[in-house]
């Protein structure tokens, strides 16, 4: 492998598994850029770069065995080698092991490659065979080449597989990671072993992972291998002590103490067109008393759609204000903000208390507006989405830190803000979950955090009636629509794409938004979609909540937090794409008000296996809890979670739902091991998670 020469220049420090992995042979600047995506950007991080999969080279098939769709390992020497012009320039090699022969189509390849495939010499290549009435090929196999057969035996171990970024190969990936297996070799506070915590040391259950020999291939397969196990445990339990550290140090600095939180409830009551339920005024009593103790809070709030989560923060925040406090709230759409400002503002202008605003969006001006009477202390109730914690941002007194809609806040943000409050004391935290998870999740997600959970519904609310409709109904849908907006009733259509791309979400309900106004000329219908100006959003969901427009096209835009009473029908389109979640969170809009309301999930036929049983749950419950359950069984929590969210929790290998059962004795370890062996846990904590030390500094 050639040395880049481009790499920092100087003295080589000595490898260790915190160097910066451009030290290693063939990882120049180019290459780390690549890794950098999937998180790997030291010596260290490569070890627990575990493969995906597994792959079996240890037999050379021949190629008449070869079968259509299936992987295998050849090996033959090259009768020709040329390049072809189709549709694209592409090279063909031919190669014969004796007995047939097989055609390697390569439609990347370069000058190298092609000169190093000439005739007579030996290729052994790994791909998917495909048999087609000109005979066997290979599409991009995996290959090398000889000068003979015997230079390329077959392998006598499985062949690890690792997730990538387009840019780098297997073959890198593996020579990179065997380097890191020496560095941690070498690495005496690697390689001495922790006591009790049973299964192969750190090291060799490594080795197993990524240098498997063909033993226990089944267990390994199934991710039950001792191995597996072992490494399993180790980066739970470094998540528990790392949470509990977090805690530590979070409870251990002092907070604002506040005791107005009764008294400012009440106040809010008198104010309020409902009277706050029972669940709602014993978690307002928990928060209190969280307030009160001189310590920084750290709750959770649970609470399914619609249960009521924002006048619980409400009458926080105004407790904070009227002793002269700073809060704020975020949440994660502008949309949601803005509806969070005006609620807030409804509320708390008449006791007057004043709500600051921040978007993202806003005008230099009007910006800089807001930073200053964040920073003079004069407006003390604020809302905003992750502006808020953008550079520039300083309150004079902050107090508190509310998050709605936690899913899509990682813990790193959090602590951002954490840094937002006056030196020397610790905001209050106040998390608010829209998706309700099970509790062995949460008990791993949120270690760190206390819980509450909101759950009763207000009254008077009916539940939402689904209905599973196919496409092919859509007239009928159409008829229902009119039949109940002439009523005075209100309607969500939305629309969904599978792409996250938010262009190509808004030409969609853009086209669908025509043709409703065509289908349904008598009916005033409002748009609002992710592409539009924040004034024209506005003016929409304005249009909406008022009654001037009777069914407004939607994204999923609407899908957090959108609160419009007198809205009781919902058509979502294509619900088949959604997941459960999703699903519910958009369900959650309707069944606000006192009229019966409907969902219609139309769906795309024929449905997969996994949609029709999510449309039928949804049909089924309206519970969150019992749903973000059956999401889970269906799903598993990594996508539950999304995999790319896991800064949430930054879990590598461990899975919270597959191994549950580990976690109870885990919590208990990391207890003891916190009072016992402090020590051992910081090196845990430091093997496994590496930045925790830095956010426990924060
Ligand atoms: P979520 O928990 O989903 O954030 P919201 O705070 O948006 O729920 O509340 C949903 C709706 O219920 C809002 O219109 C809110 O004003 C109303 N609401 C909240 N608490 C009560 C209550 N105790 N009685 C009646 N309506 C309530
Ligand atoms: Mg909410």
Redesign the pocket.
């Given at each position: 492998m050639n040395v880049r020469s481009d790499r920092p220049k100087g003295k080589k420090p000595p490898l260790t598994l915190a160097t910066e992995l451009t030290f290693l042979k063939g990882a120049g600047p180019a290459v780390a850029m690549k890794l950098k995506p999937l998180g790997l950007e030291r010596v260290g991080d490569l070890l627990l770069h575990l493969p995906t999969r597994y792959e079996d080279r240890r037999r050379i098939l021949p190629i008449a065995e070869v079968r259509n769709g299936e992987e295998a390992l050849v090996c033959g020497r090259v009768v020709s080698t040329e390049v072809r012009f189709g549709a694209k320039r592409w090279l063909r090699v031919v190669i014969d092991d004796g007995r047939s022969s097989m055609v390697l189509r390569f439609f990347h390849f370069n000058e190298v490659q092609k000169a190093a495939l000439v005739e007579n010499r030996w290729v052994r290549a790994f791909g998917t065979g495909r048999i087609t009435p000109n005979g066997a090929e290979m599409v991009h196999p995996e290959y090398r080449v000889a000068d003979s057969a015997a230079e390329l035996p077959p392998e006598d171990r499985l062949t690890p597989i690792y997730g990538l970024t387009t840019g780098i190969t297997q073959t890198r990936v593996r020579a990179l990671i065997q380097q890191a297996l020496a560095v941690a070799q070498a690495d005496p506070d690697f390689t001495a072993d922790f006591p009790g915590l049973g299964g192969p040391a750190t090291l060799a259950a490594l080795r197993t992972l990524h240098e498997p020999d063909g033993r226990d291939l089944g267990d390994l397969l199934l991710d039950r291998h001792p191995a597996q196990i072992r490494l399993v445990r180790e980066e739970l339990l470094a998540h528990q002590l790392c949470m509990r550290l977090l805690r530590k140090q979070t409870k251990a600095a002092p907070g604002a103490r506040i005791e107005a939180v009764l008294a400012a409830t009440a106040q809010l009551q008198g104010r309020l067109?409902?009277?706050?339920?029972g669940a709602?005024r014993r978690v307002i009593g928990d928060i209190a008393h969280d307030l009160s103790a001189g310590k920084p809070m750290l709750r959770l709030i649970q609470?399914?759609?619609?249960?009521?989560?924002?006048?619980v923060a409400a009458a926080a925040m105004l407790g904070c204000a009227q002793v002269g406090l700073q809060s704020v709230l975020m949440a994660p759409t502008e949309l949601l903000v803005e509806q969070h400002a005006r609620?807030l503002a409804a509320w708390l202008n008449p006791l007057r208390v004043e709500v600051g605003l921040l978007l993202g969006k806003m005008k230099k001006s009007e910006r800089d507006e807001a930073l200053r009477r964040a920073a003079s202390g004069e407006v003390k109730v604020w809302v905003g989405t992750h502006a808020l914690f953008q550079g520039d941002m300083a309150f004079k007194r902050l107090a508190m830190i509310v998050v709605?809609e936690q899913h899509r806040f990682g813990v790193g943000q959090r602590l951002a803000l954490r840094d937002k409050g006056p030196a020397g004391v610790t905001p209050h935290q106040l998390i608010?979950s829209?998706t309700p998870i099970p509790r062995t999740l949460a008990q791993t997600i949120y270690a760190d955090l206390d819980v509450s959970v909101?759950d009763e519904l207000?009254?008077?609310r009916t539940p939402v009636q689904t209905v599973v409709v196919s496409n092919e109904r859509r007239h009928d849908v159409l008829l229902r629509i009119g039949e109940a907006c002439r009523q005075g009733r209100q309607a969500y259509w939305v629309c969904t794409l599978i792409e996250e791309n938010s262009e190509l979400q808004a030409q969609a309900a853009e086209e669908t938004y025509r043709q409703l106004r065509e289908e349904l000329p008598e009916l005033r219908v409002g748009l609002v979609h992710g592409r539009l100006k924040p004034a024209e959003k506005e003016a929409q969901m304005r249009a909406f909540q008022s009654g001037a427009t009777q069914l407004l096209v939607a994204t999923t835009v609407i899908e957090v937090?959108v609160?419009v009473?007198n809205a009781s029908i919902m058509i979502i389109d294509n619900a088949e794409r959604l997941g459960l979640s999703q699903l519910h969170q958009l369900r959650?809009r309707v069944g606000?008000g006192a009229t019966a309301s409907q969902c219609l999930l139309m769906y795309q036929g024929p449905l997969g296996e996994g949609s029709k049983a999510r449309l039928e749950v949804m049909r089924t419950t309206t519970d969150g809890f019992v749903i973000a359950q059956k999401d889970l069984e269906l799903r598993g929590p990594g996508e539950l979670l999304g995999r790319r969210q896991t800064g949430l929790i930054g879990l590598k290998i461990a899975d919270p739902v597959r191994d549950s059962a580990l976690i109870p004795p885990l919590q208990k370890l990391a207890d003891d091991w916190w009072l016992k062996t402090p020590k051992e846990a910081r090196r845990m904590i430091a093997r496994w998670i590496g930045d925790a030390e830095r956010y426990a500094q924060v």
């Amino acid at each position: 492998m050639n040395v880049r020469s481009d790499r920092p220049k100087g003295k080589k420090p000595p490898l260790t598994l915190a160097t910066e992995l451009t030290f290693l042979k063939g990882a120049g600047p180019a290459v780390a850029m690549k890794l950098k995506p999937l998180g790997l950007e030291r010596v260290g991080d490569l070890l627990l770069h575990l493969p995906t999969r597994y792959e079996d080279r240890r037999r050379i098939l021949p190629i008449a065995e070869v079968r259509n769709g299936e992987e295998a390992l050849v090996c033959g020497r090259v009768v020709s080698t040329e390049v072809r012009f189709g549709a694209k320039r592409w090279l063909r090699v031919v190669i014969d092991d004796g007995r047939s022969s097989m055609v390697l189509r390569f439609f990347h390849f370069n000058e190298v490659q092609k000169a190093a495939l000439v005739e007579n010499r030996w290729v052994r290549a790994f791909g998917t065979g495909r048999i087609t009435p000109n005979g066997a090929e290979m599409v991009h196999p995996e290959y090398r080449v000889a000068d003979s057969a015997a230079e390329l035996p077959p392998e006598d171990r499985l062949t690890p597989i690792y997730g990538l970024t387009t840019g780098i190969t297997q073959t890198r990936v593996r020579a990179l990671i065997q380097q890191a297996l020496a560095v941690a070799q070498a690495d005496p506070d690697f390689t001495a072993d922790f006591p009790g915590l049973g299964g192969p040391a750190t090291l060799a259950a490594l080795r197993t992972l990524h240098e498997p020999d063909g033993r226990d291939l089944g267990d390994l397969l199934l991710d039950r291998h001792p191995a597996q196990i072992r490494l399993v445990r180790e980066e739970l339990l470094a998540h528990q002590l790392c949470m509990r550290l977090l805690r530590k140090q979070t409870k251990a600095a002092p907070g604002a103490r506040i005791e107005a939180v009764l008294a400012a409830t009440a106040q809010l009551q008198g104010r309020l067109p409902f009277v706050m339920t029972g669940a709602q005024r014993r978690v307002i009593g928990d928060i209190a008393h969280d307030l009160s103790a001189g310590k920084p809070m750290l709750r959770l709030i649970q609470g399914d759609v619609g249960s009521g989560k924002t006048v619980v923060a409400a009458a926080a925040m105004l407790g904070c204000a009227q002793v002269g406090l700073q809060s704020v709230l975020m949440a994660p759409t502008e949309l949601l903000v803005e509806q969070h400002a005006r609620t807030l503002a409804a509320w708390l202008n008449p006791l007057r208390v004043e709500v600051g605003l921040l978007l993202g969006k806003m005008k230099k001006s009007e910006r800089d507006e807001a930073l200053r009477r964040a920073a003079s202390g004069e407006v003390k109730v604020w809302v905003g989405t992750h502006a808020l914690f953008q550079g520039d941002m300083a309150f004079k007194r902050l107090a508190m830190i509310v998050v709605d809609e936690q899913h899509r806040f990682g813990v790193g943000q959090r602590l951002a803000l954490r840094d937002k409050g006056p030196a020397g004391v610790t905001p209050h935290q106040l998390i608010m979950s829209a998706t309700p998870i099970p509790r062995t999740l949460a008990q791993t997600i949120y270690a760190d955090l206390d819980v509450s959970v909101i759950d009763e519904l207000p009254p008077g609310r009916t539940p939402v009636q689904t209905v599973v409709v196919s496409n092919e109904r859509r007239h009928d849908v159409l008829l229902r629509i009119g039949e109940a907006c002439r009523q005075g009733r209100q309607a969500y259509w939305v629309c969904t794409l599978i792409e996250e791309n938010s262009e190509l979400q808004a030409q969609a309900a853009e086209e669908t938004y025509r043709q409703l106004r065509e289908e349904l000329p008598e009916l005033r219908v409002g748009l609002v979609h992710g592409r539009l100006k924040p004034a024209e959003k506005e003016a929409q969901m304005r249009a909406f909540q008022s009654g001037a427009t009777q069914l407004l096209v939607a994204t999923t835009v609407i899908e957090v937090g959108v609160d419009v009473p007198n809205a009781s029908i919902m058509i979502i389109d294509n619900a088949e794409r959604l997941g459960l979640s999703q699903l519910h969170q958009l369900r959650g809009r309707v069944g606000r008000g006192a009229t019966a309301s409907q969902c219609l999930l139309m769906y795309q036929g024929p449905l997969g296996e996994g949609s029709k049983a999510r449309l039928e749950v949804m049909r089924t419950t309206t519970d969150g809890f019992v749903i973000a359950q059956k999401d889970l069984e269906l799903r598993g929590p990594g996508e539950l979670l999304g995999r790319r969210q896991t800064g949430l929790i930054g879990l590598k290998i461990a899975d919270p739902v597959r191994d549950s059962a580990l976690i109870p004795p885990l919590q208990k370890l990391a207890d003891d091991w916190w009072l016992k062996t402090p020590k051992e846990a910081r090196r845990m904590i430091a093997r496994w998670i590496g930045d925790a030390e830095r956010y426990a500094q924060v």
